[in-house]
């Protein structure tokens, strides 16, 4: 049974940093794409990045290039997103998911933790 459990969320204030893991058990990841994404109060779901596990470069949302980064720790099997500069814009439900490189839909998805960054 695939789980991925979030953590690393809490309340910060603007400009400071937060790291946020996704520690993913149940099954062996190397042929999946892990993915990080957000939801606003009022808002839809929207992507924040991506990184293959099995390596190369993560993608980035705009809205959040050059302040997030993705990396991963495949000995432990979590996902981290390190956030800088935070902005109140910022605030949200975190989640990660995961899906197969093949596909374009993500099959599985973490609880989420609250991120919420304060003016």
């Known amino acids: 049974q695939v789980q991925l459990v979030e953590s690393g969320g809490g309340l910060v204030q603007a400009g400071d940093s937060l790291r946020l893991s996704c520690a993913a058990s149940?099954?062996?990841?190397?042929?999946?794409?892990m993915g990080w994404f957000r939801q606003a109060p009022g808002k839809d779901r929207e992507f924040v990045g991506d990184?293959?596990?099995?390596?190369?470069?993560?993608n980035y949302a705009d809205s959040v290039k050059g302040r997030f980064t993705i990396s991963r720790d495949n000995a432990k099997n979590t996902v981290y997103l390190q956030m800088n500069s935070l902005k109140p814009e910022d605030t949200g439900v975190y989640y990660c998911?995961?899906?197969?490189?093949?596909?374009?839909?993500?099959?599985?998805w973490g609880q989420g933790t609250q991120v919420t960054v304060s003016s």
């Open positions: 998911a995961a899906r197969l490189i093949i596909n374009a839909q993500y099959d599985y």
């Open positions: 149940g099954r062996t990841f190397s042929s999946y794409v």
């Open positions: 990184i293959r596990w099995s390596g190369g470069r993560a």
